[in-house]
């Protein structure tokens, strides 16, 4: 049995904490980043950096071209970004319509092609109320779609499907990880905004853990 794994690794919080639970688990790690066009292209750069310094293996994928398709999500188009907590209607704004399944049909064929046994991502309970593609039905359905698509079977796997972001950053310090390695903010500017749903959750996880994010925030 193969032990090589593929993470989606946008630079954010979540899935730095599942590429590092996975290799805290022991699989061979290769990371996959995807340019989809999103305003905060930053959390790239700090991906890089990150998969440099762990010595993973770290594909970036160009798939600008497919925002021609994908209309009206705030992280992508001239949309203001909305403040406050994903709980309300607002959030909605931030929807990228059916970014993980497109991401994720990539990660398997890139598994397939490196004889991966599965595709790692950080789908967590938090984004269960605004993003469809996080929630539980849709893993399990694209779990079933990824073992019957390809001659080699590969698995999808969410470490943290049922847990929150508090309970993500639980682990991550248990785990001794550095979150100044990370990106957050759906704006990228130079400082993390502080306001937007992606930012508060953020700072929700830290005050709950009782520690202190090393992000410099704007306010």
């Not at 750069?45 to 071209?65: F, M, T, Y």
């Amino acid at each position: 049995m193969s032990n090589k794994v593929v993470v989606i690794y946008s630079g954010g919080m979540d899935s730095y904490t599942v590429l590092n639970r996975a290799i805290k688990d022991g699989k061979e790690v290769h990371a996959l980043t995807f340019n989809y066009g999103q305003r905060h292209v930053k959390e790239i750069d700090v991906a890089k950096g990150v998969c440099d310094r762990l010595n993973v293996p770290h594909q970036v994928i160009d798939i600008r071209a497919i925002n021609a398709l994908l209309a009206g999500s705030s992280l992508t188009d001239d949309i203001d970004i909305p403040e406050g907590h994903y709980e309300e209607e607002s959030m909605k704004s931030t929807v990228v319509p059916n970014r993980n399944m497109v991401l994720l049909s990539l990660a398997i064929a890139y598994a397939v092609s490196i004889k991966a046994e599965a595709v790692y991502y950080g789908a967590h309970s938090g984004d269960h109320a605004i993003y469809p593609d996080c929630r539980p039905e849709f893993v399990e359905k694209m779990k079933e779609v990824s073992l019957l698509a390809n001659y080699e079977p590969v698995d999808i796997v969410t470490p943290y499907l049922h847990k929150s972001k508090i309970e993500i950053l639980t682990d991550g310090l248990s785990m001794d990880l550095d979150y100044s390695e990370t990106w957050t903010c759906y704006n990228g500017r130079e400082k993390a905004c502080g306001k937007c749903g992606a930012c508060v959750e953020r700072l929700e996880a830290f005050a709950e853990n009782q520690a202190t994010d090393p992000l410099a925030y704007e306010s």
